[in-house]
């Protein structure tokens, strides 16, 4: 720009010298308000830096202009694809520098924004919006990180690995240091090393192990989800509609209870209103295991049965392996641990122990019958015979055959062209007279022994 440029000049001398004194650069004054390098667009004045403005300017009105801004690019031709025009550091050889694109037709990338270059390259923007992108001239949340091609890693924390598993710092930390945060325990030996943790209250809540088993309340999960609490219920599931809590396993066990702190908690408990209050299934291995110092797995159902458990065996002499109570008739069914049953009792100190009255399963038979496995009386009435099972299969098996009626019932032992059984050496016992009666036994081999007949009444052979 000359001096005859802008005839309203109030320092016509207004001839700086860089500091370097490798070029020169006339500036002209207009009103003593604004300062135009390489324009004669004069909108705004540059920033001189303090000393210049107090002890070296060349002129009043370069002092006045320290208080006002520096303008790059005026004309707005920046289309975000470099540094320049901008603000550019050293020799614009090396490419560092801050700019903003401002070509609207066809829009610029990061439009009215900031980008910031190193060696040409954009490295960070800041959108007109106030996102942020490392790596990305477009973020569309507060703070983006994309990392180049090839590499999986776009945000890296702790680099120096002194994270020891026993705080969340270093680490991601959230508000303003009232110890919520995430983190990754990279030093050597450390717990749930190059595992994730989860803070809340500066206690460790949860964590996820490298291998990916999750634990709650522990750091070092021996399943794919682990839950330690000694307070609360370790796990507590309830559905309306559906089941509270399912575990399904291809090899190990679906749902696992432990309880060990107090002496006197179930490992596994249920509650239901219409369904099981504990409900297992497995193809080769229990289908619910609990062990416990009390009661390894204990069920409650209103008004249902309990469904069949396999339990381990507990190490206390008076422990009850399964228990199950019904608030229905409030029994209770116990399996000690000697495997003992107790059916309307709270102890068991017999192979099984009943509270209460029996029933089996009694046919009325009126032809000839066959009695199954499931068979423990027959009511015979009539000219019929009454076929024993197989006692070879039938180990133990006791059965009772009463006659109700005035003509003869024979009773009569397995027979088959292979095998032969026998009542006491006999093919056959026969029931003559009306309320004779018959008890066996089977030995589990080829013969049934008696047990009992009804007195005062004889039956022949």
């Given at each position: 720009?000359?001096?005859?440029?802008?005839?309203?000049?109030?320092?016509?001398?207004?001839?700086?010298?860089?500091?370097?004194?490798?070029?020169?650069?006339?500036?002209?004054?207009?009103g003593?308000?604004?300062?135009?390098?390489?324009?004669?667009?004069?909108?705004?004045?540059?920033?001189?830096?303090?000393?210049?403005?107090?002890?070296?300017?060349?002129?009043?009105?370069?002092?006045?202009?320290?208080?006002?801004?520096?303008v790059?690019?005026?004309?707005?031709?920046?289309?975000?694809t470099?540094?320049?025009?901008g603000?550019?550091?050293?020799?614009?050889?090396?490419?560092?520098?801050?700019?903003?694109?401002?070509?609207?037709?066809?829009?610029?990338?990061?439009?009215?924004?900031?980008?910031?270059?190193?060696?040409?390259?954009?490295?960070?923007?800041?959108?007109?919006?106030?996102?942020?992108?490392?790596?990305?001239?477009?973020?569309?949340?507060?703070?983006?990180?994309?990392?180049?091609?090839?590499?999986?890693?776009?945000?890296?924390?702790?680099t120096?690995?002194?994270?020891?598993?026993?705080?969340?710092?270093?680490?991601?930390?959230?508000?303003?240091?009232?110890?919520?945060?995430?983190?990754?325990?990279?030093?050597?030996?450390?717990?749930?090393?190059?595992?994730?943790?989860?803070?809340?209250?500066?206690?460790?809540?949860?964590?996820?192990?490298?291998?990916?088993?999750?634990?709650?309340?522990?750091?070092?999960?021996?399943?794919?989800?682990?839950?330690?609490n000694?307070?609360?219920?370790?796990?507590?599931?309830?559905?309306?509609?559906?089941?509270?809590?399912?575990?399904?396993?291809?090899?190990?066990?679906?749902?696992?209870?432990?309880?060990?702190?107090?002496?006197?908690?179930?490992?596994?408990?249920?509650?239901?209103?219409?369904?099981?209050?504990?409900?297992?299934?497995?193809?080769?291995?229990?289908?619910?295991?609990?062990?416990?110092?009390?009661?390894?797995?204990?069920?409650?159902?209103?008004?249902?049965?309990?469904?069949?458990?396999?339990?381990?065996?507990a190490?206390?002499?008076?422990?009850?392996?399964?228990?199950?109570?019904?608030?229905?008739?409030?029994?209770?069914?116990?399996?000690?641990?000697?495997?003992?049953?107790?059916?309307?009792?709270?102890s068991?100190?017999?192979?099984?122990?009943?509270?209460?009255?029996?029933?089996?399963?009694?046919?009325?038979?009126?032809?000839?019958?066959?009695?199954?496995?499931?068979?423990?009386?027959?009511?015979?009435?009539?000219?019929?015979t009454?076929?024993?099972?197989?006692?070879?299969?039938?180990?133990?098996?006791?059965?009772?055959?009463?006659?109700?009626?005035?003509?003869?019932?024979?009773?009569?032992?397995?027979?088959?062209a292979?095998?032969?059984?026998?009542?006491?050496?006999?093919?056959?016992?026969?029931?003559?007279?009306?309320?004779?009666?018959?008890?066996?036994?089977?030995?589990?081999?080829?013969?049934?022994?008696?047990?009992?007949?009804?007195?005062?009444?004889?039956?022949?052979?």
């Amino acid at each position: 720009m000359s001096d005859t440029d802008n005839p309203a000049l109030v320092c016509p001398e207004s001839t700086i010298e860089s500091a370097n004194r490798r070029n020169f650069v006339k500036t002209a004054a207009l009103g003593a308000i604004a300062v135009g390098i390489g324009s004669t667009l004069l909108a705004k004045a540059p920033v001189l830096p303090e000393s210049a403005a107090t002890s070296s300017c060349v002129c009043t009105a370069c002092c006045f202009l320290a208080a006002h801004n520096v303008v790059a690019d005026e004309f707005e031709t920046n289309n975000g694809t470099g540094p320049n025009p901008g603000f550019l550091f050293a020799r614009t050889v090396y490419g560092e520098g801050i700019s903003s694109a401002r070509v609207s037709c066809p829009p610029s990338p990061n439009l009215n924004g900031l980008d910031f270059y190193t060696g040409y390259i954009k490295r960070m923007s800041i959108t007109n919006g106030g996102n942020v992108g490392i790596g990305t001239c477009s973020p569309t949340n507060a703070l983006c990180v994309v990392g180049s091609s090839g590499v999986s890693d776009s945000l890296y924390v702790d680099t120096s690995r002194s994270n020891n598993g026993s705080c969340w710092s270093p680490g991601l930390n959230f508000g303003g240091g009232g110890g919520e945060g995430l983190s990754s325990a990279r030093a050597c030996g450390s717990p749930n090393q190059y595992g994730l943790d989860f803070y809340t209250s500066k206690a460790k809540r949860m964590s996820i192990t490298n291998a990916g088993q999750v634990g709650i309340g522990t750091e070092n999960p021996s399943s794919a989800l682990s839950v330690i609490n000694c307070c609360l219920d370790a796990v507590s599931g309830n559905s309306r509609y559906g089941t509270g809590v399912v575990g399904i396993s291809c090899t190990g066990i679906g749902v696992k209870g432990e309880s060990c702190t107090d002496g006197c908690s179930p490992g596994v408990c249920g509650f239901s209103f219409n369904g099981p209050g504990v409900a297992g299934r497995s193809l080769g291995s229990p289908g619910v295991l609990g062990s416990s110092y009390l009661i390894g797995v204990k069920g409650l159902a209103l008004c249902r049965a309990a469904v069949p458990i396999v339990a381990q065996a507990a190490p206390c002499q008076t422990a009850n392996l399964i228990q199950f109570e019904k608030s229905c008739t409030t029994a209770l069914t116990v399996v000690n641990k000697c495997g003992w049953l107790g059916i309307g009792a709270s102890s068991v100190p017999t192979t099984l122990t009943v509270g209460g009255s029996l029933s089996a399963k009694t046919v009325t038979a009126t032809s000839n019958y066959k009695m199954g496995s499931s068979d423990f009386a027959v009511l015979a009435s009539g000219t019929i015979t009454v076929t024993l099972p197989k006692a070879s299969t039938a180990n133990g098996m006791i059965v009772f055959i009463k006659n109700i009626s005035t003509a003869a019932v024979t009773v009569k032992a397995f027979k088959s062209a292979s095998e032969t059984d026998t009542i006491e050496s006999a093919a056959t016992k026969k029931l003559t007279k009306q309320y004779d009666s018959l008890q066996l036994i089977s030995n589990g081999t080829n013969e049934w022994f008696v047990l009992g007949n009804s007195i005062g009444s004889a039956f022949t052979s």
